[in-house]
């Protein structure tokens, strides 16, 4: 069952350049997005998120976008910092249920200093 | 700032056997779930609880597992007879409300191995 899907296992980018993670769905009765951040031995902690009726949210250095049509989304993180590097998770939920997440694989980002 | 536990950190156990997992979610929250990471895999949700009922469950969550609310503070995942492919990471965690646009907060997880 891959209704959510991050494509790319791992992401390096230099610090102070942009990271984008990508997070593809196929389930169209999603309409709720979230990302989430984890550290190794801890557990996930939410980053940001994005509702249907939007296609950008930004939060600090944070921003995702939503493409609705092509059912995908991504994460965008500027200015990469060291200290961002970690596993990000994409999340999905359907606003008709019982707040039930469906996450994708994991990218493993690292920023390199 | 307030958080998710879980208890304990490791459990090793032999399969066949009982295991009682345990999560004390931030104390105004109302909505409870568990979520699983077997190494290497994606997470997985179990189940969700709200108000002593289970709200919705998953495939995996099958006639061995169970949830429970035992008092006013804690949660806790039993798995009545370990399999070997019940090792996996598991993540307790918790929101003030059941809607899609409530955060969860999750715990740091507890490291399940059956052998």
């Known amino acids: 069952d891959q209704q959510v899907k991050q494509n790319s296992p791992s992401l390096s980018v230099q610090e102070g350049r942009i990271s984008i993670l990508n997070c593809d769905y196929t389930?169209?009765?999603?309409?709720?997005f979230l990302w989430y951040k984890k550290y190794p031995a801890e557990g996930p902690t939410f980053l940001i998120s994005i509702s249907s009726i939007k296609d950008k949210n930004e939060d600090g250095r944070f921003t995702v976008f939503l493409n609705k049509s092509a059912k995908h989304l991504s994460l965008h993180i500027v200015p990469s910092q060291p200290g961002d590097s970690a596993v990000y998770f994409c999340?999905?939920?359907?606003?008709?249920?019982?707040?039930?997440?469906?996450f994708g694989q994991g990218t493993t980002l690292q920023v390199k200093p | 700032e307030p958080e998710v536990t879980q208890t304990p950190s490791h459990q090793v156990t032999q399969m066949g056997q009982e295991v009682i997992l345990r999560c004390v979610p931030i104390?105004?929250?109302?909505?409870f779930y568990w979520y699983r990471q077997i190494l290497g895999q994606k997470v997985e949700f179990l189940v969700s609880f709200y108000n002593n009922e289970i709200s919705e469950k998953s495939e995996i969550f099958d006639d061995q597992f169970s949830v429970e609310r035992p008092d006013g503070s804690n949660f806790t995942l039993k798995i009545r007879s370990t399999k070997l492919e019940d090792s996996a990471m598991y993540f307790c965690a918790s929101s003030v409300g059941g809607l899609a646009q409530e955060t969860q907060y999750f715990g740091p997880g507890t490291r399940l191995l059956v052998l």
């Open positions: 999340a999905a939920s359907e606003s008709s249920n019982t707040g039930k997440l469906i």
């Open positions: 104390s105004n929250h109302l909505y």
């Open positions: 389930n169209s009765m999603f309409d709720y």
